[in-house]
């Protein structure tokens, strides 16, 4: 299966953003869909896990200004993003499996840039 991230951008803070993570060659349905961010010179964190029941789990920096949602017919996850602020600037990519601190250097993720 590969994952492709889009929707990235420039943004103003407080503003928000719908990352997506779509799936060809296979199917996100079944598998566990974890987003992650990297920004530059720093580890690639997790952002969010959402496991094959639809449970999901947001990490602190994220809590409250996120959301998950799907369109089974695209093969898609989609990041809602919201109020965001120039540290949530960074890459952000999708990958199957469980967390894994490499998963950053697996795709090319989307560009989220925050700034006025």
């Known amino acids: 299966v590969q994952l492709v991230e889009s929707g990235g951008g420039l943004v103003q803070p407080g503003g928000s953003l719908r990352l997506s993570c779509t799936a060809s060659g296979g199917t996100l349905h079944g598998s566990n869909v974890v987003w992650y961010r990297q920004k530059p010179g720093e580890e690639c964190l997790m952002v969010s896990t959402?496991?094959?029941?639809?449970?999901?789990y947001f990490t602190d920096f994220v809590e409250g200004r996120v959301a998950i949602s799907f369109d089974n017919t695209k093969n898609t996850e989609y990041l809602w993003l919201s109020s965001l602020t120039p540290e949530d600037t960074a890459v952000y990519h999708c990958?199957?499996?469980?967390?894994?601190?490499?998963?950053?250097?697996w795709g090319q993720g989307t560009q989220v840039t925050v700034s006025a």
């Open positions: 959402t496991s094959p029941a639809g449970h999901t």
């Open positions: 990958a199957l499996g469980n967390p894994n601190i490499y998963a950053c250097s």
